[in-house]
C-alpha cells in the first residue's frame, strides 16, 4: 500500500478556467475527506465521504466546488470558474469507520496557483 | 464548534534541547481525541501523537510527549532531544464523534531547530 495519493501535485490555471483534482485513499479506508490549506495556515475542512456518499460539506465549499467519490473508491474535486483566492494547497485524507479518533492519513496535497 | 488555538506562530530550540508546543482547544463534549501532526516542508502531514481524552495518562512516542490537561483544555507538545529532522510545522488538531466527524486544526506552529 502507497498510502494516499493526490494528482497533480501542482496546478497553474488562469483565472476563470475549470481545474480537477484527484484522491486515491488507502484501499481500506472507508471515509475521504478533502481540506484546503493556505500559506502558513492549518488546513480546513471542506467535505467528506463515507464510501460514495457525500455526508458533509463545509460552508467553505462555495457552489463552483463539487466532489465526487463514486463507487467509493477514488474521488475528484473540481473548482469550476477558479478565482484567484482558491489558490491552497488542497489535502485529501482518509480513515477507516469510525477511524476518526485514530487520526488520518494525508496525502502530499496538490498546490493550486490561479493566475 | 470547537475550536483549537495555537498561540506560538513560530519557536526555536536548540539541537539537542527540549521544547514544549502549546494548543488550547474549545469543546462541549466530553468523550473526544486530541492530536499531533508534523508537516514538514514537503507538505505531507504525519501523525505524531495522539490523546483520547477518556485516558488520564499522558500519551508518549519516543521523544515526542503531551501535557495533556482536560479541565484546563490545555495539550501540549513536549520534544525532547530535539532533532534537525523535527524542523517542521506542527498542528494541533482535535476530533469529537459528535462534532461533525471530522478533524479541526490549530493554525499551526513553526518549529526551527538550531545546529
Known amino acids: 500500500d502507497t498510502g494516499v495519493s493526490q494528482n497533480p501535485r501542482h496546478k497553474i490555471t488562469k483565472r476563470g478556467q475549470n481545474v480537477t483534482f484527484r484522491c486515491d485513499p488507502i484501499?481500506?479506508?472507508?471515509?475521504l475527506y478533502w481540506y484546503r490549506q493556505t500559506l502558513g495556515q492549518g488546513p480546513e475542512f471542506l467535505t467528506y465521504?463515507?464510501?460514495?456518499?457525500?455526508?458533509?460539506k463545509s460552508r467553505l465549499l462555495s457552489d463552483r466546488f463539487s466532489a465526487e467519490r463514486p463507487k467509493g473508491s477514488f474521488s475528484t474535486l473540481e473548482i469550476q470558474r477558479t478565482e484567484q483566492g482558491d489558490s491552497a494547497m488542497y489535502l485529501c485524507?482518509?480513515?477507516?469507520?469510525?477511524?476518526?479518533?485514530?487520526?488520518?492519513?494525508f496525502g502530499s496535497g496538490t498546490r493550486l496557483t490561479v493566475v | 464548534a470547537q475550536t483549537v488555538t495555537q498561540s506560538q506562530p513560530e519557536m526555536s530550540v536548540q539541537e539537542a534541547e527540549t521544547v514544549t508546543l502549546s494548543c488550547t482547544y474549545d469543546?462541549?463534549?466530553?468523550?473526544?481525541?486530541l492530536f499531533w501532526y508534523k508537516q514538514p516542508p514537503s507538505r505531507q502531514m504525519i501523525l505524531v501523537i495522539r490523546?483520547?481524552?477518556?485516558?488520564?495518562q499522558n500519551a508518549t512516542e519516543n521523544r515526542f510527549s503531551v501535557n495533556f490537561q482536560k479541565a484546563a483544555k490545555s495539550f501540549s507538545l513536549k520534544i525532547s532531544d530535539s532533532q534537525l529532522g523535527d524542523a517542521a510545522m506542527y498542528f494541533c488538531?482535535?476530533?469529537?464523534?459528535?462534532?461533525?466527524?471530522?478533524?479541526?486544526f490549530g493554525g499551526g506552529t513553526r518549529l526551527m531547530v538550531k545546529p
Open positions: 485524507a482518509s480513515s477507516y469507520l469510525p477511524g476518526g479518533g485514530y487520526g488520518y492519513t
Open positions: 484501499s481500506e479506508h472507508n471515509r
Open positions: 465521504f463515507q464510501n460514495e456518499a457525500q455526508l458533509e
Open positions: 469543546t462541549s463534549e466530553s468523550d473526544y481525541y
Open positions: 490523546q483520547e481524552a477518556y485516558k488520564q
Open positions: 488538531a482535535y476530533y469529537g464523534n459528535n462534532a461533525g466527524n471530522m478533524l479541526t
